[in-house]
Nanobody, 126 residues
Framework: QVQLVESGGGLVQTGGSLQLSCAASGRSFSKYGMGWFRQAPGKEREFVAT????????YYADSVKSRFTISKDNAKNTMYLQITSLKPEDTAVYYCAANTRAFSAVGRSRASFDSWGQGTQVTVSS
């Protein structure tokens, strides 16, 4: 399985921005559909965004649409999540995920993914 390492989290004020990164190991990153999920304290892990293996298709949760942008740089083996207009309710641990079944579609379900990172904390102060 691929190893995924998230970075870029931190403490920001309401209305601020962050860019999260997810670096992947191996040589097959370009074949993987990817996604971001988040988990707030006491809540279930929830879908945030997905991107197709080629980067041409993206999908967002309604709660983040127009504020979050997912992207994928296959040359750098890295996926990104650009977050703007942060709200306190965005506070969570953010996880990146990969579907290592080459060229496969991904959905909003956790079951679509078979590799997960350890997460990066995003805290938004009001």
């Amino acid at each position: 399985q691929v190893q995924l390492v998230e970075s870029g989290g931190g403490l920001v004020q309401t209305g601020g921005s962050l860019q999260l990164s997810c670096a992947a190991s191996g040589r097959s990153f370009s074949k993987y559909g990817m996604g971001w999920f988040r988990q707030a304290p006491g809540k279930e892990r929830e879908f945030v965004a997905t991107i197709s293996w080629g980067g041409g298709s993206t999908y967002y949760a309604d709660s983040v649409k127009s504020r979050f942008t997912i992207s994928k740089d296959n040359a750098k083996n890295t996926m990104y999540l650009q977050i703007t207009s942060l709200k306190p309710e965005d506070t969570a641990v953010y996880y990146c995920a990969a579907n290592t079944r080459a060229f496969s579609a991904v959905g909003r379900s956790r079951a679509s993914f078979d590799s997960w990172g350890q997460g990066t904390q995003v805290t938004v102060s009001s």
